[in-house]
């Protein structure tokens, strides 16, 4: 059974950093990618990347702030985000899918960050 389980959410100030990581049981996928969703907005891509490296694909509103990473040995998804800001405020998901060119159809539950002004 496949499963994405996120973790490393919580409460940080702004400017400050937090770690995602994304375990993924049951299989590999060859793209995997983090989403958001803020209160009353849509979700929208953060960043994604090839499960075998390279391809990585940001979002404009966190391009030179967020690094998205992956450890094949682990099987883990990580998102690192530096000089967070209250923008940032969401609930992140992790996703994947079986190719670069399709939809993401396997989604975690989320974890959500919050960043105080």
């Known amino acids: 059974q496949v499963r994405l389980v996120e973790s490393g959410g919580g409460l940080v100030q702004a400017g400050g950093s937090l770690r995602l990581s994304c375990v993924v049981f049951?299989?590999?996928?060859?793209?995997m990618g983090w989403f958001r969703q803020a209160p009353g907005k849509e979700r929208e891509l953060v960043a994604s990347?090839?499960?075998?490296?390279?391809?990585?694909v940001y979002g404009d509103s966190v391009k030179g702030r967020f690094a998205i990473s992956r450890d094949t040995a682990e099987n883990t998804l990580y998102l690192q985000m530096n000089s967070l800001k209250p923008d940032d405020t969401a609930v992140y998901y992790c996703?994947?899918?079986?190719?670069?060119?399709?939809?993401?159809?396997?989604w975690g539950e989320g974890t959500p960050v919050t960043v105080s002004s």
């Open positions: 996703a994947a899918r079986n190719r670069g060119w399709e939809s993401f159809e396997y």
């Open positions: 049951g299989r590999t996928f060859s793209s």
């Open positions: 990347m090839s499960w075998t490296g390279g391809s990585e």
